[in-house]
């Protein structure tokens, strides 16, 4: 398969894919188990509004958090992840940035300590895993390659 270099649009979709769906492991553990499922949300939220307690707030704030650190990230990734075995290299990178994230960073704040740690980590896998997916796809596109345009309904033209 070709090789492209990555571009900054490519990044943002990876990053954007990432943020959305690197949630779910966490998500689907904390409504299995009775939790809060938005428990995690509300904890990153934390890190920006450390002494803040009202639900919606905190969530503003992890949405700003999440973005932040999953178009950041992605940036990483995609400089670091090598074309071939990136599965692999995901999965290494996936956990080193969890490492940080939980281990390093996350536990000086008490809601994010308080999460159970392997959902977490499955969080920081699902989203190393979406990225490379995501740009191992975009960089397979032959260079040059547009996808065709969509046909716009009549009225829109």
Known sequence: MPDRATSARDVALAGGVAAVLSGVPSTVYALARGRDPLEGALAAGTLLLPREHRPLLLLTAATIVHLTLSFGWAIVLSRALPPRRAARSATLAGL??????????????????????????????????????????????????VPAARSRPAMAR
């Open 96 to 145: 080193a940035i969890a490492a940080l994230d939980l281990g390093l960073i996350g536990r000086r704040f008490p809601a994010i300590r308080a999460l159970p740690v392997a959902p977490q980590v499955a969080d920081h896998l699902a989203y190393a895993w979406t990225v490379a997916a995501v740009l191992v796809r975009r960089r397979s596109r032959p260079q040059g390659r």
